[in-house]
């Protein structure tokens, strides 16, 4: 039963997560980092601790009182995935729902189960796999033979990408993502996944502050199981990190592109603008809302990420379809984005397949 629970919980997450982006596209007039920035505000600042209030009593009092170790690498790891998260808007906004979560994704979930186990190398824990582990076990090689395949199936649909560049002209490319651009997208893509799997990572790190909320509860409420919502103020931190990163580079690209005239331009929708961006960046802290909840069913950090990645990267595809990102283009153009995206959630299975070996 904790299984089913903790697949469906991550299919919320995942659901959320591939169709956040989807409100920025209803913002009318603004520049890129204008809504960007309101968005994150939502995502990494209000939402999170409202969520994390709501769900575990005293919970500021569980970071303040946490060793100062814990909240700086659980800050950094957030600030280094702030920059996956950045580059990863970039990344849709030159390649499209489709393309671009497929490429971002693949790397982030491939990254995000090894990331980890790098670090654990380095600095050895008990209970902890290290990377010489994975390549001494069965299991262990398992997953990295699934980053392999994710790595191949971004290569094809890196493929396709360029078959349809060479098949549309630019009108019809811009139909469907207004600002395309195979190269730059790719590149932005590439460093975004791996980047964004420090999320993983900043979870692993923050973990003390979990368990410390799931000894709280589970003392109020025995008998009861694991805490549903423990992560809730682990992910806290992390998001402090995440808005860290994306404030700085929006305000520079505020600054020389003056764009902060935007929150004042009564020629553009100011209302509705901050509302879709409000809900894009709900949206997407609801992903990790339900991944909490996932995870503390299943137990497995990178299993749990992995699902999590795969679900993402089926909902993307099917919002790509949705907005026709794919129309126009020869069948053989549309086999291979199949191909490459089928490959590279095999490659998530795998991954997941090892690290419950």
């Not at 204008?34 to 769900?55: D, E, H, N, Q």
């Not at 033979?145 to 490319?173: F, H, R, T, Y």
Request: glycine letters at 12%.
């Amino acid at each position: 039963m904790n299984a089913l629970l903790g697949i469906i919980f991550h299919s919320i997450g995942g659901f959320a997560s591939g169709s956040f982006y989807m409100p920025f596209n209803k913002v009318k007039g603004w520049a890129w980092e204008s809504y960007w920035i309101i968005g994150g505000i939502f995502s990494w600042l209000i939402v999170p601790p409202l969520a994390a209030y709501l769900t575990i009593p005293g919970f500021f009092d569980i970071i303040t009182a946490s060793s100062s170790q814990i909240i700086t690498i659980t800050f950094l790891m957030g600030l280094m995935w702030g920059i996956g998260g950045l580059t990863y808007g970039l990344g849709v906004r030159y390649l499209g729902m489709s393309l671009g979560n497929s490429v971002v994704l693949g790397f982030c979930a491939a990254f995000g189960a090894v990331v980890p186990s790098i670090y654990y190398s380095i600095n050895p824990t008990v209970g902890k796999i290290s990377f010489t582990d994975m390549i001494a076990t069965p299991g262990g090689r398992l997953v990295l033979l699934g980053v392999l395949v994710c790595l191949a199936g971004i290569a094809i649909s890196g493929k396709a990408g360029m078959m349809k560049e060479n098949e549309l002209s630019e009108d019809q490319q811009k139909a469907s993502v207004a600002e395309f651009s195979l190269v730059k997208g790719l590149i932005i893509a590439v460093i975004s996944g791996i980047l964004s799997s420090f999320f993983n990572f900043g979870i692993e790190a923050g973990k003390p502050m979990a368990e410390v909320a799931n000894a709280i509860w589970k003392t109020a409420n025995p008998n009861q199981g694991e805490f549903l919502f423990q992560n809730n103020v682990t992910f806290v931190v992390i998001l402090w990190g995440g808005l860290t990163t994306n404030l700085i580079w929006t305000s520079i690209l505020s600054l020389k592109n003056k764009s902060y005239g935007d929150f004042t331009n009564k020629s553009t929708p100011i209302f509705n603008n901050i509302l879709f961006s409000a809900l894009a960046g709900t949206t997407w802290f609801l992903q990790f809302f339900f991944y909490g909840m996932g995870e503390s069913k299943l137990g497995n950090g990178a299993s749990s990420w992995i699902l999590h990645m795969s679900t993402i990267i089926l909902t993307a595809n099917m919002w790509g379809i949705y907005r026709k990102e794919w129309s126009g283009v020869t069948s053989k153009t549309k086999w291979t984005i199949t191909a490459g995206i089928a490959i590279i959630i095999l490659s998530v299975f795998l991954v997941g397949i090892g690290n419950s070996i």
